[in-house]
């Protein structure tokens, strides 16, 4: 057995007991010495690999997995615990990142109305005290609450402003629908006074506990429900 297979066998699995690589090793006094180290590697490897988890991660398969291939793929199971340990670490990151990015809210309130397009459909008939009852189980905009009917409520329920927990609401404008979101104050988020597209007018204002975005098709809804909205709300 030349030198460049005794060693790659030597890396590949150490402990090998095959006549021909025996005596390629026990030729030469470095060559033992050689394996012997590797050996050594590969029982601090498995005693590294030997870590107490908790039954329910999925992180123990693979780690058992590992432990039992790791002396046939030594190299291929190296880069898969590192690979792992990236894209946590990207993840993790990556999810900071987001959770700190400023929100352009008309932009969102945009997006909301065209993934739900059924909310402008319905008609739930709800009242305000339900309404309240949402507002409250928020638990972020203190006791903001409404003093009276907004008008007549369509529809109403919970959503998501970019991890910020809010609240969706439709209500009858002066001659259409328009769509309200109630969104707990945070830095991040950013309120322009008027946003538009192709479709949709927008409006936004503030009050003590939370951010008010108004979306419709007439400025003049969008001009009612403000004002209505500022005498009842508090």
């Given at each position: ?28 006094p ?7 180290d ?7 490897l ?14 123990k ?15 291929k ?7 792992v ?5 990207i ?37 305000f ?6 507002l409250?189980?928020?638990?972020t905009?203190?006791n903001?609450?409404f003093?009276?009917q907004?008008?007549k409520?369509?529809?109403?329920t ?13 209500v ?12 707990p ?6 309120l ?9 007018k ?27 909205i ?5």
């Open positions: 057995m030349d030198e460049l297979k005794f060693r790659r066998q030597a890396y590949g699995e150490p402990n090998c007991q095959d006549d021909d690589f025996l005596a390629a090793m026990q030729a030469a470095e060559r033992e010495a050689f394996v012997n590797l050996k050594k590697l590969d029982s601090k498995e005693r590294a690999l030997k870590i107490d988890v908790p039954e329910d991660l999925a992180a398969l693979l780690l058992n997995q590992q432990l039992h291939q790791h002396q046939t793929q030594r190299r199971s190296g880069f898969t615990l590192a690979l340990a990236s894209i946590a670490f993840a993790g990151i990556s999810f900071t990142l987001l959770r700190m990015a400023p929100v352009d809210l008309g932009q969102h309130a945009l997006a909301h109305v065209y993934h739900e397009t059924n909310a402008l459909t319905v008609d739930q008939n709800i009242s005290q339900d309404v309240n009852f949402q409250a189980s928020l638990g905009l203190g903001a609450k003093t009276q907004p008008g409520v369509y529809y109403s919970f959503c998501d402003f970019q991890g910020v927990r809010s609240l969706h609401l439709v009858q404008g002066e001659h259409s629908k328009v769509t309200l979101f109630i969104v104050i945070e830095e991040r988020m950013v322009e006074q008027a946003f538009a597209d192709n479709k949709y927008g409006r936004g204002f503030t009050t003590d506990n939370a951010y008010m975005l108004l979306v419709g098709e007439e400025n003049a809804d969008l001009s009612y429900v403000k004002k209505e500022q005498q009842i709300f508090i």
